[in-house]
């Protein structure tokens, strides 16, 4: 009987389970979406395969527990058949997660499926020193948790206020979660605190006159961990306004994992023994911001 090479079906998507010869198969579910037709398929390899269910887990995947050593090459050509595709683990870029984003959400601040897809295909399955996560969240109420990933994208909204159009009714410092707006209704005068501002977009959202104009931009944070060991992302630059600047700034730290990482070490880990001066330095140069 040949060996079977755990190290090339983990690699493939396909985790070994306690029970002998039995695999939990993990899909690659892009920004959290699936077609219709593609659960279909999903709910179909599950009953002929599986034992009838699937697992969703916290990273917006799909996984289909009980899938027999014997069975993965006829299930991986059903499902490619399909158009589904199977996702990968170990040390390498995992599949990117995204919430729905401005096109749905009425909280977004950026688009986040197409985000999603477009770094997918630049980095998903790339291999590196170790597990490389990234998420995107449309914005500060953040809901895929961005500091929580290797490279997390947030989106935000520069406020500018203009006074001319202004009512001073206050609204504007009642929803700022930071208090650095402050408004004078008797003295017709407000006082924005730019450097507290966490780019919410409260004040621009809920101005009624429009007094208020936002710039929405992205909001990067680097080397975030949550297993076992928990590390909040560095927010190393300031708001990006382009969508390039955000890819060269994942080009320019994968660049600089690939070249500083030891194996086994997730980026957070790399950052604190290396120190982020480095990678900082590296991203400003690459992104060209000011």
């Known amino acids: 009987m040949a060996e079977v090479d755990y190290a090339t079906l983990k690699k493939g998507g396909f985790m070994r389970q306690v029970q002998k010869d039995q695999f939990s ?13 593609h659960l279909q398929k999903i709910s179909e390899i599950a009953e002929k395969y599986g034992k009838g269910y699937i697992h969703l887990t916290s990273r917006q995947g799909v996984e289909i527990p009980f899938i027999a050593l014997k069975d993965i090459e006829e299930v991986k050509k059903e499902l490619a058949a399909a158009g589904v ?17 401005s096109t749905i959400c009425p909280s977004g601040a950026i688009e986040t ?19 490389f996560k990234i998420g995107i969240t449309g914005c500060k109420n953040n809901c895929l948790k961005a500091e929580e990933n290797d490279l997390g994208i947030k989106g935000g909204i520069s406020p500018q206020w203009n006074k001319q159009g202004c009512t001073y009714c206050g609204v504007c410092e009642a929803v700022c979660p930071t208090n650095v707006v402050k408004v004078d209704k008797n003295k017709q005068d407000l006082a924005f605190t730019d450097s507290g501002c966490v780019y919410c977009g409260k004040c621009v959202k809920s101005c009624p006159t429009g007094a208020w104009e936002g710039k929405n931009g992205y909001f990067l944070a680097f080397g975030g961990m949550f297993g076992n060991e928990i590390k909040e992302g560095l927010h190393l630059l300031p708001l990006l306004f382009d969508k390039e600047q955000v890819f060269k700034a994942v080009d320019t730290t994968v ?34 911001y000011s």
């Open 113 to 131: 499926t197409d985000l999603a897809e477009e770094l997918d295909a630049r980095y998903f399955g790339r291999e590196l020193p170790h597990k």
């Open 25 to 37: 198969m993990r899909l690659k579910v892009i920004g959290g979406q699936l077609k219709s037709e």
């Open 85 to 101: 595709s199977i996702g990968v683990c170990g040390p390498r870029v995992r599949t990117v997660t995204a919430c729905q984003g």
């Open 255 to 288: 660049q600089f994992y690939q070249k500083n990482g030891k194996g086994g070490e997730r980026l957070g880990r790399t950052l604190i023994r290396v120190g982020t001066t480095e990678l900082k330095k590296e991203l400003e140069t690459a992104v060209q």
